[in-house]
């Protein structure tokens, strides 16, 4: 197969754990003979320098035309620590994401028991988790329309949602449960909020043409609750974008590192793949970022494009790692491999797993 | 002292936690001499079935001449299963704060050494865990002006804030903080939300006058993980209304039980005492709800008029029941102990410690 693959390191860590990424297509082009090519392009705090824009007009031309996208990381201290600066590096992410229509952000759960040791919960509550969030990515409280008034007293932002955008990631959720075990739960605050009110009433309607899948709701106050106390108790969840953005934070923390959980970001005519972590510009340069997240998403691009064979390598290839303690200093504190070795691991045990 | 109590044990579990907090109270009359009224009043569900309101107007009245609410709880699973209804239990809660004026919500989220082997949290992360949450109560999007379209099919609500209704719950947060272990960590989402930009400018600038207070500022999403990887970082956490719902969910669980964390709702002048959890109606009835959070709630009430030896004969009681394993199922799955029994327990060691 053919693929034009866009390549968007972006800050921080994002260039290095891609570079693992794209060691890892390379080493799949070679054993299974197909033909890649990779086109890179700036996005992020490291565009606002470039160019003055988080999102370079070239960039955003670039992923419409690419079969897929591999994405790092955005974000930079600078930013953080500088809340009044009104270009910032995040709208590089949400500007792709509103662009594409990347309307659906997919994660996967899933604790290996070769790392159960590293999760803060214990044991009995965390083995065999296996639960993937649906989370909407393009509407919500993050896009909605925010104001300041002019004395600078008084700020607000507006989380609305339509009945369309529900639909749209309600319909791949339930799709997914279909093909796992068959419930779905969706997280909301109902009691309250307006928003969380029609997203219960149209998923509760959508819900009616998938009646092998069981329909559970739960508020978000309890669903960061029984993420800690029950996670095994989930399949697939779904939820409207801030919501997903606290729940995928806080399953990528139990299965015991923030550096192992790929995402993929679908949308009607362009898919992105980017590793679950932010740019963690504390460690960049390095050498000691975990670059597994971002092979993950690899595998996720592969399966995407119905390469499954390809996508299970790259996963037999993160497992052996694992079993052999290949892995960075997040996953086993007095590890003395880094970002490069794992990659080249990994890379290597794809072409040779023997 | 004399205190004027009034009593709204709404529903679910609301009343029976309640009764067992009565029952301290009066342990303290009698040992300490003081003389307390309580009224009793109704509120959320249970008020709506009487008079079709969850906050009568003379349920309002008693609350604003009264020196202390005591709240049991709220929220019936009628409503929970009906997200149409336009009159809900909840707004009995949100109403009571709302014109109260309980701007802020303190919530102490401490380990008990007794009961470290029932947080799903591995003993080393959650060891010494000693928090507390103060979360704006009456602004954001849970008050936010609310609106559907017409034809249902797009919904919004508006988070707004203002300077004086964020200064307000800070200055109380600062305070505590300079009495506990001078760090101040501030929840918000300000790389994507104008109104959590407002709040890092308006703590920021109000952070000046506590010099021996140390500032430390962290996304809502990083914050959800840290209570579950690194919970013993924080001293006191400042958030607004929706993020201090799910961060002090979170903090009730890793503390073992939901059923152990009290409350208190602060205004200028009204003060209301309520246990962390909610209304639990599947247990309504059963004897089987853990009225702990409820009477350490009392405690805090005592320690607002600045009766702490009182206070502190509550909580001693409270420790001398885990000691002793009386105990609800919550808290030991073997337990045979109702929620009357450890009432009487703990309110017969307030008269007799020994
Ligand atoms: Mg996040
Ligand atoms: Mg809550």
Redesign the pocket.
């Known amino acids: 197969m053919q693929l034009k693959i866009a390549l968007l390191g972006g800050d921080g860590i994002g260039p290095e754990v891609l570079a693992q990424s794209v060691k890892c297509l390379k080493a799949i082009e070679e054993t299974f003979n197909h033909s890649f090519e990779y086109v890179e392009a700036s996005v992020g705090a490291v565009a606002i320098s470039n160019t003055g824009k988080p999102l370079p007009d070239a960039t955003l031309k670039l992923c419409r035309e690419a079969d897929a996208i591999l994405f790092g990381a955005i974000g930079s201290l600078e930013y953080d620590n500088n809340p009044d600066a009104q270009v910032r590096p995040e709208q590089g992410l949400l500007g792709l994401r509103k662009e594409l229509g990347l309307f659906a952000n997919i994660r996967p759960v899933k604790m290996f028991d070769s790392l159960i040791a590293n999760s803060p919960l214990k044991e009995h509550i965390v083995r065999g988790t296996d639960l993937v969030i649906f989370r909407e990515l393009t509407g919500g409280i993050y896009f909605g329309k925010k104001s300041i008034s002019e004395d600078g007293t008084r700020a607000s932002d507006v989380c609305e949602y339509t009945e369309d955008e529900i639909g749209r990631v309600t319909h791949l959720a339930f799709k997914a449960a279909k093909k796992r075990r068959k419930k779905l739960t969706l997280v909301d605050k109902a009691n309250v909020l307006e928003s969380s009110r029609l997203w219960r009433k149209t998923v509760s309607e959508i819900a009616k043409s998938y009646p092998d899948v069981e329909l559970q709701t739960m508020f978000i106050d309890n669903a960061a609750v029984q993420m800690m106390m029950n996670p095994t108790q989930f399949d697939v969840i779904l939820t409207d974008n801030m919501f997903g953005?606290?729940l995928?934070?806080q399953g990528s923390v139990i299965i015991g590192s923030v550096g192992l959980l790929p995402s993929a970001s679908i949308g009607r005519e362009n898919a992105m793949f980017e590793p679950f972590h932010?740019s963690y510009p504390q460690a960049k340069g390095k050498n000691i970022a975990n670059p597994v997240a971002s092979i993950l998403s690899t595998a996720m691009l592969l399966q995407h494009y119905g390469l499954n064979e390809e996508a299970n390598a790259i996963v037999s290839a993160v497992n052996e790692s694992f079993i052999k303690k290949v892995v960075t200093l997040d996953v086993l504190g007095s590890s003395k491999y880094g970002t490069d070795y794992v990659g080249d691991f990994i890379s290597e045990h794809i072409v040779d797993p023997d």
């Open positions: 953005d606290i995928s934070d932010g």
